[in-house]
T-cell receptor, first 115, second 116 residues
Framework: ETGVTQSPTHLIKTRGQQVTLRCSSQ?????VSWYQQALGQGPQFIFQYYREEENGRGNFPPRFSGLQFPNYSSELNVNALELDDSALYLC??????????????FGPGTRLTVL | AQSVTQPDIHITVSEGASLELRCNYS??????LFWYVQSPGQGLQLLLKYFSGDTLVQGIKGFEAEFKRSQSSFNLRKPSVHWSDAAEYFCAVGPGLKGGGNKLTFGTGTQLKVEL
């Protein structure tokens, strides 16, 4: 069984640029969540996609956007990058288990550095 | 709103000693609770979870956690720590059966150092 994969592993961008991060969900999972983990902090929820629709959003501005594809893989797009966007971006996949929070399985993350 | 507090930023234990990592949560109903471990530069690995039923849950790598509703706590324990357990540990809370949404809220983590 293939776990959650993310690409790229590392990325360096300059302020004002745009970036796209990618995530492939674990086999059998149809839900993808994205988290931002700043240095020394716990992950912060950005948003979640279920069956190609946004299904909840955290306290992040609209320049953070996403997509989910029919094969349940997902993209996170960030426009107009700011220095504070430098972080580890984690993707997690899950499948609904009938109420309550799903068990989320995380990928290795993409380390984004904004200069 | 849901929140998690991990009071200990750093903990150092000797190899073979017992370990307890503290986690306190705030949530209006019965939550779902999780512990994850993160090695340097890596993603999060699920150690264990509590949804309902028996308040003592067993996880991988010899870890266990106990849900105490009266104390709003979900502390992680291990009877004998191995050097390979050195990592950062995160407690997380999510809405339970009667809640809404599917968002995990994490604590700020506890960095565990193991002395040989």
């Amino acid at each position: 069984e293939t776990g959650v994969t993310q690409s790229p592993t590392h990325l360096i961008k300059t302020r004002g640029q745009q970036v796209t991060l990618r995530c492939s969900s674990q086999s059998g999972h149809n839900t993808v969540s994205w988290y931002q983990q700043a240095l020394g902090q716990g992950p912060q929820f950005i948003f979640q996609y279920y069956r190609e629709e946004e299904n909840g959003r955290g306290n992040f501005p609209p320049r953070f956007s996403g997509l989910q594809f029919p094969n349940y893989s997902s993209e996170l797009n960030v426009n107009a990058l700011e220095l504070d966007d430098s972080a580890l971006y984690l993707c997690a996949s899950s499948k609904p288990a009938g109420g309550g929070t799903d068990t989320q399985y995380f990928g290795p993350g993409t380390r984004l550095t904004v200069l | 709103a849901q929140s998690v507090t991990q009071p200990d930023i750093h903990i150092t234990v000797s190899e073979g000693a017992s370990l307890e990592l503290r986690c306190n949560y705030s949530y209006g109903a019965t939550p779902y609770l999780f512990w994850y471990v993160q090695s340097p530069g890596q993603g999060l690995q699920l150690l264990l979870k509590y949804f309902s039923g028996d308040t003592l849950v067993q996880g991988i790598k010899g870890f266990e956690a106990e849900f105490k509703r009266s104390q709003s706590s979900f502390n992680l324990r291990k009877p004998s720590v191995h050097w390979s357990d050195a990592a950062e540990y995160f407690c997380a809370v999510g809405p339970g059966l009667k809640g809404g949404g599917n968002k995990l809220t994490f604590g700020t983590g506890t960095q565990l150092k193991v002395e040989l």
